[in-house]
């Protein structure tokens, strides 16, 4: 049996039989190539795995990098706040590792204060890898960008009609072949029967839906991105870090409901390669939605004991009834409190997508990162936290 699945540039394929496979050295190479209408690629096989003997569970695996002929001319309109700018940053990163060019455009002037944060302050990277960087008003995006054409457009910042309708009315009349939209998972109506699949049910009422719908009306070419919860350096957003904030500093973490929500929490990563996928391989995203998800789900009180066993401290839990306090549950944790989970279904089927995030080893890295930017020595306040904790009659540790 061999399965394939492609995260582009490369693609790892994995073989599993019952006979003995050998290659005979570790430089061994199968190279070929393909000729499809006017375009062409080539492919190369390494094997990683050189032999094993005839076993029921033994897999052979070994790297195909893909050099397509077509490179793609992309604009990111990228936003400037929230938890989606960062999206934009690996994205462009990536595109430009696989040889395609790339134009950012992020909302709002080059000089102001949020350009000073993470993922702002790296756009130094994007310039590096021989990418561009323009700042100005999506609604203006003929001006902002000048005369240069693109094949793909996507927008990642607007959440309504209003702001989205200018950038798709100019990338059609500018001849962009393939528009692409973040969207939110967010739209989902709550079901009894998780996880949301594309296809399911959506709030008629929300922004995002009026501009999925206005996409599907303009362009032969596009795809939707619903993303959920990310984690990843160069994020603005808090969300494994309201975790580490209370585990450092020996503080109950409150959590409200009972702590076995499920929720998704993928790295960005992984929803960057999605989106080049979907660049690469146009006619298989066409007129589709997908949700921009790692494919596991993780409880609440689940992600808090994976921060604390990242920062290599116990964690100590605390459940409470939102009502019962009088807190607002929004304004007091950083996810839904309900079940609020999506998988990936149609980037594993369609675009041969697969998931790399790994929350136990992932967030090694960002509580690394935690210490190095010193947020653990940032004085903090907790109030929402105290009244929660007072209501119970929790100590705090001063």
Same mark, same amino acid.
Request: charged fraction near 20%; glycine fraction near 6%; hydrophobic fraction near 40%.
């Given at each position: 049996?061999?399965?394939?699945?492609?995260?582009?540039?490369?693609?790892?394929?994995?073989?599993?039989?019952?006979?003995?496979?050998?290659?005979?050295?570790?430089?061994?190479?199968?190279?070929?190539?393909?000729?499809?209408?006017?375009?062409?690629?080539?492919?190369?096989?390494?094997?990683?795995?050189?032999?094993?003997?005839?076993?029921?569970?033994?897999?052979?695996?070994?790297?195909?990098?893909?050099?397509?002929?077509?490179?793609?001319?992309?604009?990111?309109?990228?936003?400037?706040?929230?938890?989606?700018?960062?999206?934009?940053?690996?994205?462009?990163?990536?595109?430009?590792?696989?040889?395609?060019?790339?134009?950012?455009?992020?909302?709002?002037?080059?000089?102001?204060?949020?350009?000073?944060?993470?993922?702002?302050?790296?756009?130094?990277?994007?310039?590096?890898?021989?990418?561009?960087?323009?700042?100005?008003?999506?609604?203006?995006?003929?001006?902002?960008?000048?005369?240069?054409?693109?094949?793909?457009?996507?927008?990642?910042?607007?959440?309504?009609?209003?702001?989205?309708?200018?950038?798709?009315?100019?990338?059609?009349?500018?001849?962009?072949?393939?528009?692409?939209?973040?969207?939110?998972?967010?739209?989902?109506?709550?079901?009894?029967?998780?996880?949301?699949?594309?296809?399911?049910?959506?709030?008629?009422?929300?922004?995002?839906?009026?501009?999925?719908?206005?996409? @599907?009306?303009? %362009? /032969?070419?596009?795809?939707?991105? $619903? =993303?959920?919860?990310?984690? &990843? #350096? !160069?994020?603005?957003?808090?969300?494994? @870090?309201?975790? %580490? /904030?209370?585990?450092?500093?020996? $503080? =109950?973490?409150?959590?409200? &409901? #009972? !702590?076995?929500?499920?929720?998704?929490?993928a790295h960005v990563? /992984?929803?960057?390669?999605?989106?080049?996928?979907?660049?690469?391989?146009?006619?298989?995203?066409?007129?589709?939605?997908?949700?921009?998800?790692? /494919?596991?789900?993780?409880?609440?009180?689940?992600?808090?004991?994976?921060?604390?066993?990242?920062?290599?401290?116990p964690v100590n839990?605390?459940?409470?009834?939102?009502?019962?306090?009088?807190?607002?549950?929004?304004?007091?944790?950083?996810?839904?409190?309900?079940?609020?989970?999506?998988?990936?279904?149609?980037?594993k089927t369609k675009?041969?997508?697969?998931?790399?995030?790994?929350?136990?080893?992932?967030?090694?890295?960002?509580?690394?990162?935690?210490?190095?930017?010193?947020?653990?020595?940032?004085?903090?306040?907790?109030?929402?936290?105290?009244?929660?904790?007072?209501?119970?009659?929790?100590?705090?540790?001063?």
């Open positions: 049996m061999a399965t394939l699945a492609s995260s582009s540039p490369s693609v790892l394929f994995s073989a599993s039989s019952t006979n003995h496979l050998l290659f005979p050295h570790s430089s061994s190479r199968l190279s070929f190539s393909s000729s499809l209408h006017s375009s062409s690629s080539s492919l190369s096989i390494s094997p990683t795995f050189l032999a094993f003997t005839s076993s029921n569970s033994h897999a052979a695996a070994f790297t195909i990098s893909a050099s397509a002929a077509e490179k793609k001319k992309v604009l990111i309109v990228n936003t400037n706040s929230g938890g989606h700018a960062v999206i934009g940053f690996y994205f462009a990163k990536e595109l430009l590792g696989a040889g395609h060019t790339v134009t950012i455009l992020t909302v709002g002037e080059e000089s102001s204060e949020k350009m000073k944060k993470p993922p702002f302050n790296r756009f130094p990277e994007i310039v590096s890898a021989g990418g561009r960087t323009v700042w100005g008003n999506p609604a203006e995006v003929g001006s902002v960008v000048g005369e240069e054409a693109f094949d793909v457009v996507l927008d990642n910042n607007g959440k309504d009609l209003e702001a989205v309708r200018p950038v798709i009315d100019w990338a059609k009349s500018s001849g962009a072949k393939q528009f692409l939209f973040i969207s939110s998972a967010g739209i989902y109506k709550p079901t009894d029967e998780p996880p949301h699949v594309e296809g399911d049910v959506v709030k008629a009422d929300a922004g995002h839906v009026g501009v999925e719908k206005y996409i @599907e009306e303009t %362009f /032969d070419s596009w795809a939707v991105f $619903r =993303p959920q919860y990310m984690i &990843g #350096s !160069g994020n603005n957003k808090d969300c494994e @870090e309201w975790f %580490f /904030d209370r585990i450092v500093r020996d $503080r =109950p973490v409150p959590i409200p &409901g #009972s !702590g076995l929500q499920l929720t998704n929490i990563r /992984d929803l960057s390669s999605m989106l080049t996928l979907a660049v690469e391989n146009p006619d298989a995203a066409n007129g589709s939605i997908f949700n921009c998800v790692s /494919d596991r789900a993780v409880t609440l009180d689940g992600m808090a004991k994976l921060c604390a066993q990242a920062a290599g401290r839990i605390v459940h409470y009834d939102p009502k019962a306090v009088g807190i607002d549950a929004k304004k007091a944790f950083p996810f839904r409190n309900l079940h609020f989970y999506a998988e990936p279904r149609a980037a675009l041969g997508w697969r998931s790399t995030t790994n929350l136990p080893e992932d967030l090694k890295e960002r509580f690394e990162e935690y210490l190095k930017i010193g947020r653990d020595k940032k004085a903090i306040q907790f109030e929402l936290d105290d009244k929660i904790l007072e209501a119970l009659k929790v100590p705090v540790s001063v």
